[in-house]
């Protein structure tokens, strides 16, 4: 069964050719960090075409492209769109057309409207970018890595990592099969949006029996897997993350200075 997440393009051949992929997915978790700080801190024009100018370069690094960012924010549409007409509409100041109601589309609103659109777009396409560009075990081994001082507070670790891991490679999986299986049932005719109730009704029996038992097979190998890895254990394997390289190195250093950047700015 395909995941409904396009590959992970960290691969061994693309890694030689593309900075990114090159680098230690602990940098790049942290690049993203201050990235997605640095963007959601910013209050000016000049700031936010700064925070967008490094999810640019970003994809460039990883040779995903525009094309990439702007399908990360297809999901998010109408959420985007919400963020827009809050701020349009209730933001009180100058009109911006003569005529019009001291609260409806003013100066003020729409700059702020602009801002708040652009900081949350920049936030989705550069986390996007991340979760495009890591493995699901790769990404939530480094999220693990990052929360590993918070264990001596009593925060489980290695539960966080194991649900992350879940999260970002096994429902995404399960969502696509549920689609799948929709569309089986009504090849035989057997349709959720049947005009008759009752046919409705049996298709949502099968339908949801159908993914049950696939789930439960599906969970089964799924223990294995994780069993294999290591979670099973009482002690948890050390994993082994890639040789870190002078990439990584000049990715982390230049993170730290693009968020230093940003706090003098301030």
Same mark, same amino acid.
């Given at each position: 069964?395909?995941?409904?997440?396009?590959?992970?393009?960290?691969?061994?051949?693309?890694?030689?050719?593309?900075?990114? @992929?090159?680098?230690?997915?602990? &940098?790049?978790?942290?690049? $993203?960090?201050?990235?997605?700080?640095?963007?959601?801190?910013?209050?000016?024009?000049?700031?936010?075409?700064?925070? @967008?100018?490094? #999810?640019? /370069?970003?994809?460039?690094?990883?040779?995903?492209?525009?094309?990439?960012?702007?399908?990360?924010?297809?999901?998010?549409?109408?959420? /985007?769109?919400?963020?827009? !007409?809050?701020?349009?509409?209730?933001?009180?100041?100058?009109?911006?057309?003569?005529?019009?109601?001291?609260?409806?589309?003013?100066?003020?609103?729409?700059?702020?409207?602009? @801002?708040?659109?652009?900081?949350?777009?920049?936030?989705?396409?550069?986390?996007?970018?991340?979760?495009?560009? $890591?493995?699901?075990?790769?990404? &939530?081994?480094?999220?693990?890595?990052?929360?590993? +001082?918070?264990?001596?507070?009593?925060?489980? #670790?290695?539960?966080?990592?194991?649900?992350?891991?879940?999260?970002?490679?096994?429902? +995404? !999986?399960?969502?696509?099969?549920?689609?799948?299986?929709?569309?089986?049932?009504?090849?035989?005719?057997?349709?959720?949006?049947?005009?008759?109730?009752? @046919?409705?009704?049996?298709?949502?029996?099968?339908?949801?029996?159908?993914?049950?038992?696939?789930?439960?097979?599906?969970?089964?190998?799924?223990?294995?897997?994780?069993? &294999?890895?290591?979670?099973?254990?009482?002690?948890?394997?050390?994993?082994?993350?890639?040789?870190?390289?002078?990439?990584? $190195?000049?990715? !982390?250093?230049?993170?730290?200075?693009? &968020?230093?950047?940003?706090?003098?700015?301030?």
């Amino acid at each position: 069964m395909k995941s409904a997440l396009p590959p992970p393009l960290s691969t061994s051949v693309k890694n030689a050719s593309r900075p990114w @992929l090159s680098c230690d997915p602990r &940098a790049r978790l942290l690049a $993203t960090l201050v990235a997605s700080a640095v963007i959601l801190a910013a209050s000016s024009w000049g700031q936010i075409g700064s925070g @967008l100018m490094v #999810v640019v /370069l970003l994809h460039l690094s990883s040779g995903t492209g525009p094309g990439a960012a702007l399908n990360s924010l297809r999901p998010f549409r109408f959420l /985007l769109l919400f963020t827009l !007409v809050l701020q349009v509409g209730f933001a009180e100041g100058t009109p911006l057309l003569p005529g019009t109601l001291p609260r409806a589309m003013t100066i003020e609103g729409s700059t702020a409207a602009a @801002l708040a659109l652009l900081r949350l777009a920049g936030v989705i396409a550069v986390s996007a970018h991340l979760v495009r560009t $890591t493995s699901p075990l790769e990404l &939530a081994r480094s999220l693990g890595w990052a929360l590993t +001082p918070t264990a001596r507070l009593g925060v489980p #670790v290695r539960e966080v990592t194991l649900v992350t891991a879940l999260g970002f490679h096994f429902f +995404p !999986v399960l969502l696509d099969e549920s689609r799948q299986v929709r569309a089986a049932l009504e090849s035989r005719g057997i349709s959720l949006r049947h005009p008759r109730l009752r @046919l409705r009704a049996r298709a949502l029996l099968f339908w949801t029996l159908a993914v049950l038992f696939g789930m439960v097979d599906r969970s089964t190998r799924l223990a294995s897997a994780l069993e &294999a890895r290591g979670f099973a254990l009482p002690r948890k394997q050390a994993h082994r993350f890639p040789s870190w390289r002078v990439g990584s $190195t000049v990715l !982390v250093a230049a993170s730290l200075m693009l &968020a230093m950047a940003a706090i003098c700015a301030r």
